[in-house]
Structures are given as structure tokens and as C-alpha cells.
């Protein structure tokens, strides 16, 4: 696969998890480099040279490098996988919005819980639980009804909000009083490629 599209990634990254899991939903020829982030493999000149932030994800495309989970998910969808990025008005601007949830309220609520208990994070514990009570509520309610975010059709906005709220019980965050969002999990795990993102428990945390 040396022409494929390479993803650079480590496992309990749920923002390189997102980009793998497209990757699979959308059927992209893809291969998967998994960095060694705890001896600092990410920080290394090769991997500078792709992304000078030094973070996973990233990916080279041909001649294309690109960061950020979202702008990927976007470049991806829109080059490969047009039926994951509505280009109706309206619909865009619902899948840009949960973009930005998924880079806002999620990364700083159920995600950053989760970084706590698993990186031992320097973060508030209590903020982070009132951030992802707040977002999940506003999940389940935004889903009432519904099997997908936008336009009842899985969309990169089901995919940016994956992975880090299936992995939210993973810090101490607790998905029993959202059905809505629940079933939206399960919806996302019925897909063909779908793909998980290891649990902590996997033992990929020294």
C-alpha cells in the first residue's frame, strides 16, 4: 500500500481514532502508522517534518500533509467520501456544528475526564464532569428521535463525536441517562468498517 493514503496514529488517541475510523466507514485505502508517543517517537524530526505541532493524528496524502482530526475528517469526506459531508446549506453548517462540539464541549468534558484517569492529566476533575453532563444532555436531546445527527444520515459529525463518548465511561463518565446518545454509539458500531478504539484496558497504558 505504499500509494496509499497513510494515517499517522496511536491507539488511545480518540482524535487519531476518529481518522481511522472514517478511513474504514468510507472504505479509503489507508495505511496505519501507530507511533510510539510515551518515548516520544512524535517528536522526532521525521514526524516534525509531517506535523511541526508534533501530535497525532496526521496523514500524508500523495503530496498532501494535513493535522487536526476535524480538518482531516473535512479533506477526507470531501475528496473520497462526498456522502459523509453534506453540501446542503443548512446540512454543513449542522455537521460544522458538531465539529466545533466535538473539538469544544466533548474534548473538554468526556475527553478530558478520561485524560485524567488514564494520563493522569492535570486537569479539574469536577469541571470536566459538569462540561460532559452539559454536552451528553445536549446530545440526547439534539437526537430525540433521530439515528444520526444530520439529516438522519451518518455524516463526519457522527464520527468527530464517537469516539471520546464511547470512551467516556473511561472517565468516570457515565452514558446511563442518555439513551438517545447510546443508540447513536450502537448505530455507528453497526456500520460496515466500523472499527473500535482500544479500551485502556487492552494494556496499552504503562
Do not use: C, W
Amino acid at each position: 500500500m505504499n500509494n496509499a493514503l497513510r494515517i499517522y496514529n496511536f491507539p488511545l488517541s480518540g482524535h487519531a481514532h476518529r481518522v481511522v475510523l472514517f478511513a474504514n466507514l468510507a472504505g479509503i485505502d489507508h495505511e496505519v502508522v501507530n507511533l510510539d508517543l510515551p518515548n516520544g517517537e512524535h517528536k522526532q524530526a521525521d514526524f516534525l517534518a509531517i506535523n511541526p505541532a508534533g501530535q497525532v493524528p496526521a496523514i500524508v496524502d500523495g503530496d498532501i500533509k494535513l493535522s487536526d482530526s476535524n480538518a482531516i475528517l473535512v479533506y477526507l469526506a470531501r475528496k473520497y467520501a462526498p456522502a459523509f459531508m453534506p453540501t446542503d446549506l443548512v446540512a454543513e453548517a449542522h455537521v460544522q456544528k458538531y465539529l466545533t462540539m466535538a473539538a469544544g464541549e466533548i474534548a473538554y468534558g468526556p475527553a478530558a475526564a478520561r485524560l485524567i484517569n488514564v494520563f493522569n492529566a492535570p486537569f479539574n476533575k469536577e469541571q470536566t464532569l459538569m462540561v460532559a453532563a452539559k454536552a451528553l444532555a445536549r446530545l440526547d436531546s439534539e437526537l430525540e428521535g433521530k439515528d444520526f445527527l444530520v439529516n438522519n444520515i451518518p455524516t463526519i459529525a457522527d464520527v468527530a463525536i464517537y469516539s471520546y463518548t464511547a470512551h467516556a465511561p473511561e472517565g468516570g463518565v457515565s452514558l446511563d441517562e442518555y439513551p438517545n446518545v447510546r443508540r447513536l454509539l450502537t448505530n455507528i458500531e453497526t456500520l460496515k468498517g466500523f472499527v473500535p478504539m482500544p479500551s485502556t484496558k487492552a494494556g496499552l497504558v504503562s
